[in-house]
């Protein structure tokens, strides 16, 4: 094989930047996808997730007063009747903070479209749930019922459909961050694997020149 004329030192000395050269792409490259792991990470973590666990939270808080106004209906005692209703109102209290810790941290338009439909349930379900108290400090515990059973369950029963609307919404962005995630991981190997043999097929190259 004909060489060129470049002395050895000179083509050792190509070869050698090119390699650099090569290999500093490399390292950028190497950085950008990084960030953008951590940027998708970062994500699922401080955003998608815990949205969904807050709404999971409100799901929870909401089961805690149903039983307690289920407690209070077949409960005779007034001390533990006075109890649940306490719960009923500092459960009512800390649900109300945590929706509207929610609506603090959404952003994007169909999360807060859906927890718009969580609201007005929660607004329509809110003077049921104080009317409700009332009738059982009155002992009015019969009307109570029915007002439960008729009004409130019903009711309930949206409340958990347009939670669950929620929880499905952020879990699918959470996936799809994941994903995406997954796909910059894949894609950052198939570079980096490219870029290096590149590094190794330029450094022979570059020694026959």
Not at 30 to 35: G, L, T, Y
Not at 98 to 125: H, P, Q, S
């Amino acid at each position: 094989m004909k060489k060129s004329g470049l002395s050895l030192a000179a083509r050792l000395s190509l070869s050698f930047a090119a390699v650099i050269g090569l290999m500093a792409l490399l390292a950028i490259l190497a950085s950008i996808r990084i960030e953008g792991l951590n940027g998708a990470t970062e994500l699922i973590v401080n955003d998608r997730y815990p949205k969904t666990h807050i709404a999971n939270e409100v799901k929870s808080q909401i089961n805690v007063i149903s039983n307690s106004m289920l407690n209070v209906l077949i409960m005779a005692d007034e001390t533990q009747i006075a109890g649940e209703i306490e719960t009923i109102e500092k459960v009512a209290a800390d649900n109300d903070a945590t929706i509207a810790n929610l609506d603090k941290i959404l952003t994007d338009r169909k999360g807060r479209e859906l927890l718009a439909a969580v609201v007005k349930i929660r607004d329509k379900f809110r003077p049921l749930r104080e009317s409700f108290v009332k009738l059982i400090r009155e002992d009015s515990k019969e009307e109570a019922q029915v007002k439960y059973l008729f009004s409130m369950r019903p009711l309930q029963k949206k409340y958990f459909a347009a939670l669950d609307a929620f929880v499905n919404y952020q879990d699918s962005q959470m996936k799809a961050a994941g994903e995406n995630s997954a796909d910059v991981a894949s894609s950052s190997k198939r570079w980096i694997l490219l870029l290096s043999l590149a590094a190794v097929a330029l450094g022979i190259v570059s020694a026959w020149l």
